[in-house]
């Protein structure tokens, strides 16, 4: 998936849209691994490959058509593994690729549209790997289309020595692994600590202050809210935090429609979304 800005999306969208996918993979009962995690310089490291390669399932987020992202799903479409294809409803799809089912979610992240998504992406997850596993003739794209010689890793024996600085640098990449997701974590912890617990948090990522205020103020005037306050994360990623009067009232695409924002819900966001959530 895009990890940096592109087509118009920061990386802190690309970052919710990895915490939306991880949540559905976990769902399905699986770890959430990026293919991207590397820590060698290269044109592709082997380390991208090999998860390409050994991982049983490998979610692919097409949107804004990054082509580091293309040419990852086209390794793992050359190795005829199972593969789920996902996209926001912004990107159009690609000729080559178009034939496999794309899940659509909207770009904008809406709160009921996403929670569809991540019900439908988990289940796809689940259903996808049974089938693989149960189906010996089972394909995700290369076989539709003839009888090929699908594509594999070739393994070769290697000196001690060589072997040993392999396995070092596998234990530098888990250390450093291990200390990113101690410093997210911490980070994490640290937000949950800091930030005002509210019901409702909005998102106003890279808006201008302006935008902002009229936000605030737009979010002041729901009867629904109250305790509204804005909350800045950075000096350029500002939320609008607030508290619910009667949650089982609240309409949530009526609240982003008037903000302009995406709303996530904490106190009810294990409860089911529908167009007046509850």
């Known amino acids: ?14 970052a919710d849209v990895l915490e939306i996918i991880t949540e559905a993979v976990e769902d399905a009962n699986f770890s959430a691994n ?10 592709i490291h082997k380390r991208i490959i090999q998860n390409l390669y050994d991982n049983p399932i ?59 998504f991540k019900e439908k992406l988990s289940a796809k997850i689940s259903a996808t790997h049974e089938k693989a596993t149960q189906d010996k003739n089972f394909t995700t794209f290369l076989k539709h289309f003839g009888e090929f010689t699908v594509a594999k890793l070739q393994k070769k024996e290697v000196s001690g020595q060589e072997f040993i600085l392999e396995e070092l640098k596998g234990m530098r990449y888990a250390i450093q692994r291990l200390e990113h997701r101690k410093y997210l974590d911490s980070r994490k912890d640290f937000l949950r600590r800091t930030i005002p617990s509210r019901d409702i948090d909005i998102c106003l990522g890279g808006r201008s202050e302006a935008a902002i205020e009229k936000a605030f103020s737009s979010a002041k005037q729901i009867p629904e809210l109250c305790d509204v306050e804005i909350f800045h994360r950075s000096p350029d990623h500002a939320h609008i935090l607030a508290s619910i009067i009667d949650g089982e009232n609240i309409n949530i695409e009526q609240i982003e429609e008037r903000i302009g924002g995406r709303v996530r819900l904490r106190r009810l966001r294990n409860r089911s979304a529908n167009k007046t959530s509850n």
Do not use: Q
């Open 34 to 43: 990026l293919v991207s995690n590397a820590d060698d310089v290269g044109i």
């Open 1 to 14: 998936m895009p990890i940096s800005e592109i087509d118009g999306c920061t990386e802190s969208h690309w």
């Open 58 to 116: 490998v979610v692919c987020d097409v949107s804004g058509k990054n082509p580091n992202v293309m040419f990852e799903l086209g390794l793992r479409l050359a190795f005829d593994k199972p593969t789920i294809i996902v996209k926001d409803d912004k990107t159009s799809y690609s000729f080559d690729t178009s034939a496999i089912e794309h899940i659509e979610y909207p770009r904008d992240l809406r709160f009921s549209k996403i929670v569809e």
